[in-house]
């Protein structure tokens, strides 16, 4: 168990709605990252916050968003949702220096299906 | 254009055996490596990274070499053990101030007992 917590474990939905995933980072940890693995992808980082801020941005679709609130939770938002965005989402957390070579430890994953 | 690439899909070594998994990449402004495992239905797990001032990295039975003029990475563990049979995915950071993580399509590791 690392210590990072995501919820829905899973969510199914249809296209052009919108969703909320949630993470909860391990105790102390200041950054929180997001993930998409998706079959022909592979992993693919997303967006990484740092203390509420925003510190490092991947691929991440305009469609997509994300925040983290003063408690560091963070929450990932998907709208507009198609067939392609079905994947798993992983949340991260490190506590080091919120620089993307800290050590993080991952989240189980939300399994998203969009039917 | 992948710049990170793990060409083997899959790899399996009989137990106590070296297990070698490789990883190529395009950019020379990458300056931080990694390597994750991921079981089935887990996040993936930090095993070990190397910056690009160094060429070798130890970790109990993890080994990470660094070769930056051929742009190759690669992750040794020895001696094997059936609990290592996973996917490794490697992962490099870019420098500068727009830094970016980019991972590897993932290799599938099977130790054989």
């Known amino acids: 168990d690392s210590g990072v917590t995501q919820t829905p474990k899973h969510l199914i939905t249809a296209t052009g709605q919108r969703v909320t995933l949630r993470c909860s980072p391990r105790?102390?940890?200041?950054?929180v990252y997001w993930y998409q693995q998706s079959l022909d992808q592979g992993l693919q980082f997303l967006i990484q916050y740092y203390n509420g801020e925003e510190r490092a941005k991947g691929n991440i679709l305009e469609r997509f968003s994300a925040q983290q609130f003063p408690d560091l939770h963070s929450e990932l938002n998907l709208s507009s949702l198609e067939l392609g965005d079905s994947a798993l989402y992983f949340c991260?957390?490190?506590?080091?220096?919120?620089?993307?070579?800290?050590?993080?430890?991952f989240g189980p994953g939300t399994r998203l299906t969009v039917l | 254009d992948q710049q990170v690439k793990q060409n083997s899909p899959s790899l399996s070594v009989q137990e106590g055996r070296i297990s070698i998994l490789n990883c190529d990449y395009t950019n020379s402004m990458f300056d931080y490596f990694l390597w994750y495992k991921k079981y089935p239905a887990e996040g993936p797990t930090f095993l070990i990274s190397i910056s690009s001032i160094k060429d070798k990295n130890e970790d109990g039975r993890f080994t990470v070499f660094l070769n930056k003029s051929a742009k190759h990475l690669s992750l040794h563990i020895v001696p094997s053990q059936p609990g290592d049979s996973a996917v490794y995915f490697c992962a490099v950071i870019s420098s500068g101030s727009a830094r970016q993580l980019t991972f590897g399509s993932g290799t599938q590791l099977t130790v054989l007992p």
């Open positions: 991260a957390s490190s506590a080091t220096t919120g620089d993307l070579a800290d050590t993080q430890y």
């Open positions: 105790s102390g940890d200041l950054s």
